[in-house]
């Protein structure tokens, strides 16, 4: 199981690193424009087109906290220690799915199986936290059982 944990735990990394680097590139694209804007003589459409530059890079500002604030969850996750109690870092087996506790990084295929990276902040995942082997929870109108927590 710590292989795989591993797999799930270098994906979820993996995600992260990749959406700070499309977000580094909206950054630096956004810079280059806004370098770029020359005062026209139709000065509105100027002072416009800066607007939305600077709103544009607020915002990637703000991806960029959510990205360092996933990294920082990202490592706090201990692949080598499993618990019978679901906590950050289990890889969690119900009757219907497979979930590894981390950041919601979405679906991972590892070995031809479906995993499900999820946040403990997540409506799933705020149901799973504290839970053990043989709790059920209901989730979307169906009972969930968990069968293993590694």
Not at 63 to 79: A, C, F, R, T
Not at 127 to 132: A, D, E, Q, T, V
């Amino acid at each position: 199981m710590i292989a795989i944990k591993k797999e799930l735990y270098d994906a979820c990394l993996e995600f992260v690193n990749k959406r700070e680097e499309t977000v580094h590139q909206i950054i630096t694209s956004n810079q280059h424009a806004l370098m770029s804007e020359t005062k026209s003589s139709a000065g509105d459409k100027h002072e416009t087109g800066r607007a939305m530059l600077q709103l544009e890079m607020e915002k990637a500002s703000q991806q960029l906290e959510g990205i360092h604030q996933m990294k920082m969850i990202v490592d706090k996750i201990s692949i080598d220690t499993t618990s019978e109690i679901i906590r950050l870092g289990s890889l969690v087996f119900t009757d219907q799915t497979y979930y590894f506790i981390a950041i919601s990084a979405g679906e991972i295929i590892i070995q031809n199986k479906k995993y499900y990276a999820i946040s403990p902040g997540s409506p799933i995942g705020k149901l799973l936290m504290g839970k053990k082997v043989e709790d059920e929870f209901v989730f979307n109108g169906k009972t969930v059982a968990i069968q293993e927590v590694h």
